[in-house]
């Protein structure tokens, strides 16, 4: 049985083209591509200020071959609502075809998690019909390495280096999935573009979704993370490994975990690729990496409960083919 | 804005130009029209009603809420087709515009002070991206301290946004602006949002008898909206906000502008097909017994009504004053109001905003700044800025600075350059001398 979203992503056109600006080993064009190759229909694309969008249109250039708006940075589900409710309504009067569009927004973490809080809880409150995708990297990377309430615990950033009194950000960081869920939305999930058909999997159907769906996607950034370029996609799978970003999706209310890993690996393997996090190693942080690995398996905890005996069967290696493992 | 006062108003024949507020005479065409009373958010609604835009993102906000409330109620009813977005916020609603614009959808919504502070980031991303949209502002004062009455500081704030923006003297012309505003802005060579203000509670809470035109002309007069660069066309796609490096950005600028220059005679234009259609004409300028003038004040908004009655008294008793209202401070018609002011000995512009530390406030510098080439018989120019947070304009306050301007044509230099109308305690001497002002405690 051939898999529909590789056939599908096979016959794509392509959304993005090359020759854009993003880093080497920069995971947001590749969950872009992900993201709109999963659905067949025309999709209008909403962009926050950030990398992604400094990166992709510059005048007179565009990489968009699909239609693009970049409003401001705080606003881009407003936007994106804006232009669903002018589809609805030029439809409804039969002043445009009636042929399906998708409507798709990508915001970074601090597009999403703090400066556009506010207009994505709206957007998602009042039900429009849209995905957004956040293209979470864990700090402001586009203005050089801020901190945002999307970093985790110990990492060093420029708003919070780890110096002789300091060992990076001192703060947990905020859990967005939650949130969005909170809302009672149809579609919320978590993902990595390391296993990407899971990524596909769950864009396809957020677009299929009626409603506001939303898709929290780590975005590993060798820029930010002091990472190898090469290495972005293996931390994408390592973070998911070590259960430090489980892999989950709530449908209508129903929580499923979609990965489990065969071992549950320690997260200093993720941590010690990353350069944000070198001061931990170097010198006595010892207690910082426990407390980082006890919440990791707090949450990983939790989860698991949640997901009681609904754990997936398909778990590991042993159904890669599927999984894309 | 009594009757009386309007019957009074004389025509511009110079510049073909009248804003006769009640027609005198109605086609047979026109007798659909109705007479009724009116408050001006009512009146902003039901044009808006009438004109039916695709979506109207909307918060509320004193003392412009009405206007979201009707739409609701309209569309509530089946008497409206718009989308209505009720977001979270005033910069989300003009986020929402400017999404639904560029999708192709005709756009408007409504707000005040704080309201229009809060949009202020996106207005000069929907100016700059050239997405025409209608937004109705109920002119308030901006906190602090915090005040909810009228006053035009929100407005003038907003002034270099890039928006066009009107300002309504009575509820029927805020009625009419809303209508024409569309066609303004969304005219190919203009394609530039459009703000209509109104003062607030003044307009937007007083009623007033209008004549509310017939559905279907007014729908007939703004035309059916049709753009060519939308987001919803996936055989065509298109990029709208890119990034602009420093080779482009002034070019970009330059047209925003091109389109502010071209709008001062698309506003002449739609005034004189709306009289034509309506029987309501409008220019750039509303110019009252100016022919002969020798001293005016410059006024916008609401108040102006007050200065043309004072006016008709100066005139009875033989003095030779006058009144031009502006319509439009953006698109500033400087050469315009330059011709009309210059024959003059003396003008007092009326200022109803205020600018800590500028010289003067906003109207007045651009008018004095039009008028300096002209500075071997350009009139002596003085600044008087009143209203603020909603304290009251008498007609005394009028006469006293129409005797200013007298004093000043006589040649006394002891008249102030800049005064605010109506303080209470000490008196600024002089704007750039000031002295120590103590706050009358317990005065009211």
């Known amino acids: ?325 | 804005m009594t009757a009386s006062r309007r019957r009074s108003k004389t025509k511009n024949e110079v510049r073909g130009m009248s804003t006769q507020s009640v027609p005198q005479d109605r086609a047979d065409s026109d007798r659909s029209r109705k007479e009724v009373v009116l408050s001006g958010n009512m009146a902003v609604a039901h044009a808006l009603r009438q004109v039916d835009p695709h979506v109207f993102p909307g918060y509320p906000i004193t003392p412009s809420t009405k206007i979201m409330e009707m739409v609701a109620s309209f569309i509530a009813n089946g008497e409206m087709q718009c989308e209505l977005v009720a977001v979270e916020s005033e910069h989300s609603a003009l986020s929402v515009a400017v999404g639904a614009a560029a999708a192709g959808a005709r756009v408007a919504s409504a707000t005040s002070s704080q309201g229009l502070a809060f949009m202020w980031e996106m207005l000069y991303i929907a100016a700059g991206s050239q997405l025409p949209m209608v937004l109705a502002v109920g002119n308030r004062a901006l906190s602090a301290p915090i005040n909810g009455f009228s006053d035009h500081g929100e407005a003038m704030g907003a002034r270099d946004s890039g928006w066009l923006q009107f300002h309504s003297e009575s509820v029927q012309e805020t009625y009419d602006n809303i209508v024409q505003a569309f066609r303004i802005g969304e005219d190919r060579r203009v394609r530039l949002p459009v703000m209509v203000c109104l003062d607030g509670f003044v307009l937007t809470h007083t009623s007033e008898n209008i004549f509310l035109e017939n559905d279907e002309a007014i729908r007939n007069f703004v035309r059916p909206y049709r753009t060519e660069y939308t987001l919803l066309n996936p055989d065509r796609p298109v990029s709208y906000g890119l990034g602009d490096p420093p080779e482009f950005y002034m070019e970009h600028k330059m047209r925003q502008q091109a389109g502010m220059e071209r709008a001062l005679q698309v506003i002449e234009e739609v005034g004189a097909e709306f009289g034509r259609c309506f029987g309501r004409h409008y220019g750039l300028l509303d110019p009252y017994r100016m022919e002969d003038a020798e001293v005016a004040i410059v006024i916008l908004g609401s108040e102006a009504g007050r200065v043309k009655n004072v006016v008709d008294e100066l005139r009875a008793s033989g003095k030779k004053a006058g009144v031009l209202r502006i319509r439009f401070v953006r698109p500033f018609p400087d050469e315009q109001i330059v011709k009309h002011l210059l024959p003059l000995r003396a003008v007092a512009v009326m200022d109803r905003s205020y600018a800590p530390g500028a010289v003067g406030a906003p109207v007045f510098q651009e008018i004095r700044s039009s008028l300096y080439e002209y500075r071997g018989g350009a009139p002596h120019v003085i600044n008087r800025i009143y209203g603020l947070g909603g304290r009251e304009l008498r007609a005394a306050d009028v006469r006293t600075i129409f005797s200013e301007l007298d004093s000043l044509r006589a040649g006394n230099e002891s008249v102030p350059a800049i005064r605010l109308v109506g303080l209470r305690g000490e008196p600024l001497p002089n704007w750039r001398d000031q002295q120590a002002f103590k706050m009358p405690v317990g005065q009211s």
């Open chain 1, 1 to 325: 049985m051939p898999n529909p979203e590789l056939l599908l992503a096979s016959k794509h056109s392509e959304p993005m083209a090359s020759g854009h600006s993003l880093c080497a080993g920069c995971a947001a064009g590749v969950i872009v591509r992900q993201v709109i190759m999963s659905v067949e229909d025309p999709v209008v694309v909403a962009n926050a200020t950030g990398c992604l969008e400094v990166c992709t249109g510059v005048y007179p250039v565009t990489s968009w071959n699909v239609s693009w708006i970049h409003n401001a940075f705080a606003n881009v589900a407003a936007t994106l609502s804006g232009v669903e409710s002018a589809y609805r309504a030029l439809r409804k009067r039969g002043e445009i075809p009636a042929r399906e569009i998708k409507f798709v927004a990508f915001g970074g973490d601090g597009g999403t998690y703090d400066i556009g809080l506010q207009s994505l809880s709206g957007v998602m409150e009042r039900g429009h019909d849209l995905v957004y995708v956040c293209y979470d990297n864990g700090a402001y990377m586009n203005t050089g390495v801020q901190r945002s309430s999307a970093t985790p615990l110990g990492a060093n950033t420029s708003t919070s280096p780890a110096g002789n009194l300091t060992s990076g950000k001192a703060e947990l960081r905020k859990d967005m999935t939650a949130i969005a869920e909170a809302h009672g939305i149809p579609y919320v999930a978590q993902s990595s573009p390391g296993y990407y058909m899971d990524l596909m999997h769950k864009a396809r159907r957020a677009f299929q979704t009626k409603g506001p769906a939303f898709l929290n996607v780590l975005s590993p950034c060798p820029l930010g993370w002091a990472s190898e370029p090469t290495d972005s996609l293996v931390l994408a799978r390592l973070a998911v490994d070590t259960c430090m970003w489980p892999l989950f999706e709530i449908a209508k209310g129903q929580f499923s975990l979609t990965y489990l890993p065969l071992e549950k690996k320690p997260v200093v393997e993720w941590l010690k690729l990353q350069g944000r996090f070198r001061h931990l190693f170097q010198s006595d942080h010892q207690n910082l990496i426990d407390q980082i690995q006890s919440g990791v398996d707090q949450n990983w905890q939790k989860i698991l409960e949640r997901a009681g005996s609904a754990v997936p069967s398909f778990a590991g290696p042993a159904d890669s083919d599927r999984w894309g493992y």
